[in-house]
């Protein structure tokens, strides 16, 4: 049974950080693309950072560019998002996924973690 599960979202200030995990299971995590998505109330949900699986390449929505970094530890099967200066609008659920590199029909969600930036 295939299963990713969050953990670290919170209450911080303007300014503050916070880091996120996302342990994987199920599933051959090196050879998935790692994502983090984030939707906050009354938006879409976007693509806030991805990593892929083989050359581990990067890529990052511009608003968070400078601030959040992306890594990935494929021993442990784990997915982090580092975010420092938070700004109130990075308030959102964030939810990790993974998609194949091989087999776009694999594509797994995790249950979110809430970030909420205020003071």
């Known amino acids: 049974q295939v299963q990713l599960v969050e953990s670290g979202g919170g209450l911080v200030q303007p300014g503050g950080s916070l880091r996120l995990s996302c342990v994987g299971s199920?599933?051959?995590?090196?050879?998935?693309?790692m994502s983090w998505y984030r939707q906050a109330p009354g938006k879409e949900r976007e693509l806030v950072a991805s990593?892929?699986?083989?050359?581990?390449?990067?890529n990052y929505v511009d608003s968070v560019k400078g601030r959040f970094t992306i890594s990935r530890d494929n021993a442990k099967s784990t997915v982090y998002l580092q975010m420092n200066s938070l700004k109130p609008e990075d308030t959102a659920v964030y939810y990790c996924?993974?998609?194949?590199?091989?087999?776009?029909?694999?594509?797994?969600w995790g249950q979110g973690t809430q970030v909420t930036v205020s003071s």
């Open positions: 990593i892929t699986s083989i050359r581990g390449s990067i």
């Open positions: 996924n993974a998609l194949s590199e091989y087999n776009g029909n694999r594509n797994y």
């Open positions: 199920g599933f051959t995590f090196s050879t998935y693309v």
